[in-house]
């Protein structure tokens, strides 16, 4: 199963988009949708990074193809992920929430989620989704937004 385009318009509007090469915070340099350029870099320690040039090849604006592109390759990870951790028929709708969720929390977070077990039981899972607003020991607006617009997805 892949992700719709509703999915992908969703995490595009929560991760944010970015067509020139940045550093992150974790001081790696980024492209796109929270792609990681030179996933080596981030062997190095954290005072290192800032050392790490960026390529020539890769210090211009990328196209919106290339980034949708580099999105696609991304998710499939996640899409693979979701696929083996819940071997249950799943809506394109649930497909679609937990890939994003998945995509901003890690599949080890979703492996271990009450979120998993209920749907594996067949329980109601949807609300599960909320419990996951918290960053840096606080509520997040933003990821408030996001889980509920995850979880309105995992409804459709």
């Not at 792609?35 to 020539?56: A, S």
């Not at 693979?80 to 799943?90: E, R, Y």
Request: glycine residues 10%; positive net charge.
């Amino acid at each position: 199963m892949k992700v719709s385009d509703k999915c992908l318009s969703i995490i595009r509007h929560h991760e944010g988009v970015r067509y020139r090469p940045y550093r992150c915070p974790a001081k790696l340099w980024t492209i796109g949708i929270g792609h990681v350029l030179y996933p080596i870099q981030g062997n190095l320690p954290l005072d290192k990074r800032q050392d790490f040039q960026l390529q020539t090849q890769d210090d211009r604006t990328f196209s919106r193809e290339e980034v949708d592109g580099i999105l696609r390759r991304d998710l499939a990870r996640f899409e693979f992920g979701i696929g083996k951790l819940f071997p249950v028929q799943l809506t394109q709708g649930q497909f679609d929430g937990l890939v994003s969720f998945s995509f901003n929390c890690g599949l080890g977070t979703v492996q271990r989620s009450t979120l998993r077990q209920k749907l594996l039981r067949g329980e109601p899972a949807e609300d599960e989704f909320l419990k996951y607003t918290i960053g840096g020991g606080k509520i997040l607006p933003g990821l408030v937004k996001r889980r509920k617009d995850e979880r309105a997805l995992f409804l459709e």
